[in-house]
């Protein structure tokens, strides 16, 4: 649901603003989405803060340059802001709690809002420079100019996010890990128009379900699939076991109409059943598609706010793959398969470290024994988990001083 709000020509009086944030929750609060009304923070996270809260943060653990004062810019994150004032990005929450009395959730940071740095008895806090809004959940309620027109927004929709969501939200639904024989069971593309051995975006083409789930319209209406290939296998680095099967992503088709069955005489004047299979139209395609391809039903859209923070437990993974059908190495902004998923308490927004495997190479130092040696690992970066399934999981290269390769371990950041 979409809250309607009309701007009208002038300047907004704060009184007139704090009535509007008031009104506003009271009548379609139920109505937000779910990103906008429950956001995640953890009791563990909510303590961290509290007590950084009461003690303030040791000047030691702040940022190099962290600046005296910052205002909130559009196109800010937590994560950036959070890595301005502190050594470690993922500490948002002491980060909050060095103003929590303000910042009510620390979710909802919006443009403008102005941020103090406070040094003063050898502790670092940080104070707003203007109202955070009614309870700490609103935009800055200081004079704003409007335009004349009607705008359709959610009420969260200015506050800056955890990270850029752009960079992962085409990964949440694209990607998929299944078991051994899913994808080979699932409905396939039986032809197409005119013989064409490829299709593209605008193409029609027909499609085949299993006869105990036939491909059907919901209560006759179109209903949307994702297009998959080559279930590939991702093996452990380490124990080289087989801990899912990745598809490759084609693009969508909506099924417009259902499988069915037709009566035909041969011939021979005998009548039998044949089936006829279901009509699909390519309505987007990342790759060309053909016959043979597979159909997985559309997951729903998912809004989550993503809450980069360190495993509560010891982490030792490693680096199966990088997403893309010709990637040897990934860079920062890149998508990598880890070895380690939701079975192993991996939970969307945990950071890990990234270490880089010590090269192996010949003492030739000691002319005599020439020993084999292996260089200690280095940490080459930061990663986040941004979906998780069984097994394995997907994250997101946030920070990196050299290219990630297959095999690199990831571990807790501190």
Same mark, same amino acid.
């Given at each position: 649901?979409?809250?309607?709000?009309?701007?009208?020509? /002038?300047?907004?009086?704060?009184?007139?603003?704090?009535?509007?944030?008031?009104?506003?929750?009271?009548?379609?609060?139920?109505?937000?989405?779910?990103?906008?009304?429950?956001?995640?923070?953890?009791?563990?996270?909510?303590?961290?803060?509290?007590?950084?809260?009461?003690?303030?943060?040791?000047?030691?653990?702040?940022?190099?340059?962290?600046?005296?004062?910052?205002?909130?810019?559009?196109?800010?994150?937590?994560?950036?802001?959070?890595?301005?004032?502190?050594?470690?990005?993922?500490?948002?929450?002491?980060?909050?709690?060095?103003?929590?009395?303000?910042?009510?959730?620390?979710?909802?940071?919006?443009?403008?809002?102005?941020?103090?740095?406070?040094?003063?008895?050898?502790?670092?806090?940080?104070?707003?420079?203007?109202?955070?809004?009614?309870?700490?959940?609103?935009?800055?309620?200081?004079?704003?100019?409007?335009?004349?027109?009607?705008?359709?927004?959610?009420?969260?929709?200015?506050?800056?996010?955890?990270?850029?969501?752009?960079?992962?939200?085409?990964?949440?639904?694209?990607?998929?890990?299944?078991?051994?024989?899913?994808?080979?069971?699932?409905?396939?593309?039986?032809?197409?128009?005119?013989?064409?051995?490829?299709?593209?975006?605008?193409?029609?083409? $027909?499609?085949?379900?299993?006869?105990?789930? @036939?491909?059907?319209?919901?209560?006759?209406?179109?209903?949307?699939?994702?297009? !998959?290939?080559?279930?590939?296998?991702?093996?452990?680095?380490?124990?080289?076991?087989?801990?899912?099967?990745?598809?490759? !992503?084609?693009?969508?088709?909506?099924?417009?109409?259902?499988?069915?069955?037709?009566?035909?005489?041969?011939?021979?004047?005998?009548?039998?059943?044949?089936?006829?299979?279901?009509?699909?139209?390519?309505?987007?395609?990342?790759?060309?598609?053909?016959?043979?391809?597979?159909?997985? @039903?559309?997951?729903?859209?998912?809004?989550?706010?993503?809450?980069?923070?360190?495993?509560?437990?010891?982490?030792?993974?490693?680096?199966?793959?990088? $997403?893309?059908?010709?990637?040897?190495?990934?860079?920062?902004?890149?998508?990598?398969?880890?070895?380690?998923?939701?079975?192993?308490?991996?939970?969307?927004?945990?950071?890990?470290?990234?270490?880089?495997? /010590?090269?192996?190479?010949?003492?030739?130092?000691?002319?005599?024994?020439?020993?084999?040696?292996?260089? @200690?690992?280095?940490?080459?970066?930061?990663?986040?988990?941004?979906?998780?399934?069984?097994?394995?999981? $997907?994250?997101?290269?946030?920070?990196?001083?050299?290219?990630?390769?297959?095999?690199?371990?990831?571990?807790?950041?501190?």
């Amino acid at each position: 649901m979409m809250a309607r709000s009309i701007a009208m020509q /002038g300047k907004a009086s704060p009184q007139w603003l704090k009535c509007l944030l008031v009104a506003i929750p009271a009548a379609v609060g139920a109505c937000l989405p779910a990103h906008a009304q429950d956001l995640i923070v953890t009791p563990g996270q909510r303590a961290t803060a509290a007590q950084a809260a009461q003690t303030g943060i040791p000047l030691s653990e702040l940022s190099a340059n962290a600046p005296d004062n910052y205002t909130v810019k559009s196109g800010d994150t937590l994560w950036a802001i959070s890595g301005m004032f502190l050594k470690s990005p993922w500490r948002w929450p002491e980060l909050w709690g060095m103003n929590m009395t303000e910042v009510r959730n620390p979710h909802l940071i919006f443009p403008g809002q102005q941020l103090f740095l406070d040094r003063s008895g050898g502790l670092a806090r940080l104070r707003m420079g203007q109202n955070a809004s009614i309870n700490g959940e609103g935009p800055p309620t200081n004079t704003v100019k409007v335009s004349p027109r009607t705008r359709y927004e959610t009420l969260s929709s200015s506050a800056i996010p955890s990270l850029q969501v752009n960079l992962i939200e085409p990964f949440l639904a694209e990607p998929i890990i299944l078991d051994e024989g899913v994808l080979e069971r699932a409905p396939r593309i039986v032809a197409t128009q005119e013989g064409r051995v490829l299709l593209s975006r605008g193409d029609r083409a $027909y499609a085949r379900g299993t006869d105990d789930a @036939p491909l059907a319209l919901v209560n006759g209406k179109p209903v949307n699939y994702r297009v !998959y290939r080559n279930a590939t296998a991702l093996r452990d680095p380490v124990t080289k076991a087989v801990l899912g099967y990745e598809a490759q !992503y084609l693009g969508k088709v909506a099924l417009v109409r259902g499988q069915s069955s037709t009566e035909v005489t041969q011939a021979d004047g005998q009548t039998v059943t044949t089936p006829v299979p279901a009509t699909i139209d390519i309505v987007d395609s990342k790759e060309e598609m053909r016959t043979g391809d597979r159909l997985m @039903p559309d997951p729903p859209r998912e809004f989550l706010s993503y809450v980069p923070r360190a495993p509560s437990r010891p982490v030792q993974g490693a680096v199966v793959s990088m $997403y893309g059908t010709s990637v040897a190495n990934a860079a920062q902004n890149q998508i990598v398969v880890l070895n380690k998923g939701s079975a192993d308490g991996i939970e969307r927004g945990h950071v890990l470290a990234i270490l880089s495997d /010590g090269q192996s190479l010949v003492d030739k130092t000691d002319a005599g024994k020439r020993e084999q040696i292996k260089l @200690p690992d280095e940490r080459n970066g930061l990663l986040m988990v941004f979906r998780t399934f069984d097994k394995l999981s $997907y994250a997101l290269i946030l920070e990196i001083t050299d290219a990630v390769k297959v095999g690199d371990r990831v571990i807790n950041p501190r």
